[in-house]
């Protein structure tokens, strides 16, 4: 169905408003599901605030939601957002971010993905995309330039999402599309379920695939031919050109071009004890098993590389196997964290069975992390006798049996026989399964914890101080997995200890800079490899001033940039505080860290100071200038900021120090 009315609101309002707009699309577009309505507004107030991405999202989010909504309630909001970097020249300025209210954690949640989805809804003349509602009957929406179309879902609903893409690309007759789109996962309300950007690339975590789905929402199609105007074209030009150089020196970068994220960080992880092994039991694999896991092993299925939009990196593999049990399969993938997730956290060593398990997961619409871990805990569990073959409908679940994780994948994804209990994730599961269970859950504000953290004090720490909760792409910082020397650690963050993962010191400041350097990245959308996230000799913040300066005709400095993300880290704050209630006793580790020490390698007999770990806490909510005592805000750093919307809800919920 094709809203006429919002067509001719949207050109005539683009005609009279977009003159002076350069980076940004310059537009919101909202659509109604429950009555089958859109209409459109200016971005220009709110990246004014918070320059664009995950900033604006989220504070619309803050200032649009009931703290009384839950997650699959009509009520709650999907907002794709894009920065405005996306889809200009700008090396691997990529990202699309997705938000709603996390299914996990009734917080923040937020996810992005590259592919070529954000840049194309930018070219449609969009900055961001806010649903809210439910339609009575599947849909998907049909954004062309601006063309909007409710069309039914009705022949997809059901489809994996390999065939959901190939199927609305033949019927809208356009190979160039991309889409947004769930699997059965989504459709089913598993928690665990991602969003999927061009098929394989997953917006995970916080479950807001299964958001998506609660909205009757099978996807979002979209095509677009308008331009981005540049306001200084010669001098974004010279950025451009300046950063490129940068990333195509750096070290990393090269191997990433190599190996992908798979063969870059696994063996170097696994000599840090930072991978998880047996469900976390221990935090080094032996070394043999990693050598068959080891990307060489993958070099015979590789087809060709892939990269996202206007990326030089290229780090994704596409991989085809050609013989044996899973002959046919292909896919793009995979990520470390498939690696660590389904390899070393299960005990596999078979490459053909990882790259089967990367299609599957993508197939069915699945979050790798949260679907790792509520699986390895069942694993644990059997092992331990707390769950039996009754219970598992008849299978054994064995390290290393990676024919039964796949067939738990299915059963996860279609709540089919314990797959049910699994869907709702693994605090949950561990809560209603009981009998010590819950020892073996790790998790941090209720959301699955992938990593193992014993080695590498920050990176933990920023997986528990975790907006999102448990993910570490909100501020772990990287530092003690690259090896930052002491000297570069001082000059960088002031920290010479930023490298050193055994030691406590300064790393409650490191983290706190550390979300807010990665706030910033997130708002402009942006690739993190091309950060300063993978490696001290890529962009930094004075990058990122200089680009969007030259982009927008507006000259932001570094400090501007780094204050407005201080900003948007605030709300993310103030909001988790209203719709969760945290405070500094939801900020820790799972018990397990703290109590079982590495089993084996060169960090054995490592675990977590419980007295240490609370003083890294004492001092980051003494940077953030928050209490120490509750981890709440306070109502000087929020006038500081300029947030005074912030200090009168907290106020008036009596939820600030």
Known sequence: MRNTAFLAQLSAWRCNSLEDVFGWAGSILRVDLSKSKACVESSKEYVKRFIGGRAVAQWILFNELDPKTQPFDRENILVFDTGPLTGTLAPAASRVGINAKNVFSNGVGWANAGGHFGPEMKYAGFDFLVITGRSEKPVYLWINDEDLEFRSASSIWGKDVFDCEDIIRSDLGDRRIRIASIGPAGENLVKAAAVMIDKTRAAGGCGLGAVMGSKNLKAVAVRGHRSIRVADPEGFLNAVDGSLQKILKSNNVASMRRSGT??????????????????????????????????????????????????????????????????????????????????????????????????????????????????????????RGIL????????????????????????????????????????????????????????????????????????GLGIALSSRAARHLNGAPTTEIINVSPELGQKLFGIPTAGDGLSYEGKGRLVCWTEQYKMLVDMLQICYYTSLWLGPDLLLTEDYANLLSKLVGVPYTPEELMYAARKAANVEKAFNTLHSGFTRAHDYLPDRFYVEPIKTGRFKGEKIDREKYDRMLDEYYQCCEWDTKTGLQTADVLRKLGLPEVLLKLEKFDRLK
């Not at 993958?298 to 085809?320: Q, W």
């Open 262 to 383: 798979q063969g870059t960080f696994m063996k170097g992880m696994n000599e840090l004890c930072a991978i998880p092994v047996r469900n976390a039991q221990d935090d080094h694999w032996d070394e043999l098993k990693m050598d068959l896991l080891d990307q060489p092993q993958f070099d015979e299925y590789e087809l060709r590389k892939v990269a996202c939009f206007g990326c030089p990196i290229h780090c994704s593999h596409y991989y085809r196997i050609n013989q044996g049990k899973y002959a046919e399969v292909e896919t793009e993938g995979f990520e470390a964290n498939l690696g660590f997730g389904f390899g070393s956290r299960f005990d596999i060593e078979y490459a053909p069975a990882m790259i089967k398990i990367q299609e599957l997961i993508s197939r069915l619409g699945l979050d790798n992390d949260n679907t790792a871990v509520v699986l390895s805990w069942a694993f644990e569990c059997f092992e």
């Open 388 to 459: 039996t073959k009754e219970m598992t409908d008849g299978l054994e679940l064995r390290w290393g049996d990676y024919e039964t994780v796949i067939e738990l994948v299915r059963k996860l994804a279609f709540r089919e026989g314990i797959g049910d209990l699994l869907a709702e994730g693994v605090r949950t599961a561990s809560e209603k399964v009981g009998k010590g269970s819950e020892y073996y859950a790790t998790y941090v504000k209720g959301q699955e914890m992938i990593e193992s953290i014993r080695s590498t004090k920050a990176w």
